[in-house]
């Protein structure tokens, strides 16, 4: 038959068919989307144009979010990886972990290299016993060092309690490279037992944390860092 351009019931019925379809399918697809790409197409679908066309595409381009407590985040701990954290000064955001592998660093880069050979070598050996290493402080700048010393003035009181926990520019060995500061509790506690056998020697009884090398059997603990 042909078509009825007059506006006709009858033209106007083939044309209201043919928009039911068009429709149809359209809802359709739609559903089919929003199954595929979840909550994230199911937004991008309210929008678009009259016809649905822009809302499809720009479902497609928006990606949905993951939601999957499987993926692990990106690898804060890669060599120098977000490059921007690492201000030179030694100092390491919370926001990173840092394996003493990561030497991009300048915390690692600018340690002694025997100390950082040191760690390294009982870092793996650890990890065989289920044990993982993270540096929470290396070497570390004279600016820094000071900084650590004035909130320490601030949070403990007076210079003289501070000093118990944090040492001078001039006295630190963090400031010449020789000492690193580690964690988990668990590395602590395998290396204090362990360390002694790449020299490694936990030197402050109030520091279970805070290593640095030695030659042979390791010196009798030191009360705190104020000696």
Excluded at 22 to 37: Q, S
Excluded at 144 to 159: A, C, H, M, N, T
Excluded at 174 to 200: C, F, K, M, N, P
Aim: aromatic share 6%; charged share 25%; proline share 5%.
């Amino acid at each position: 038959m042909e078509a009825y351009d007059d506006g006709s019931t009858e033209g106007t019925m083939r044309e209201t068919g043919r928009r039911g379809s068009a429709t149809g399918w359209a809802v359709a697809g739609g559903l089919a989307l929003v199954a595929a790409l979840g909550v994230t197409g199911a937004v991008a679908l309210t929008g678009g144009s009259g016809d649905g066309t822009g809302a499809r595409e720009e479902a497609v381009a928006a990606p949905p979010r993951r939601t999957d407590p499987g993926v692990p985040p990106a690898n804060p701990g890669a060599p120098n990886g977000d490059g921007a954290a690492d201000t030179g000064d030694g100092s390491i955001p919370s926001a990173r972990q840092l394996t003493p592998f990561d030497t991009g660093h300048a915390a690692l880069r600018r340690l002694d290299p025997a100390l950082l050979k040191a760690v390294q070598a009982a870092a793996k050996d650890a990890k065989e016993e289920g044990v993982d290493f993270f540096v929470t402080s290396g070497w570390r700048s004279r600016g820094y060092q000071q900084r650590l010393l004035d909130e320490g003035v601030e949070k403990y009181g007076s210079l003289a309690e501070a000093r118990k926990f944090v040492e001078t520019p001039d006295g630190s060995q963090h400031v010449t490279g020789r000492a690193i500061d580690i964690g988990s509790a668990d590395a602590d506690r395998w290396l204090i037992r362990e360390g002694a056998r790449y020299g490694l020697c936990q030197i402050y009884a109030n520091e279970l944390w805070h290593f640095e090398l030695r030659e042979g059997k390791c010196p009798v603990l030191l009360r705190d860092a104020s000696r």
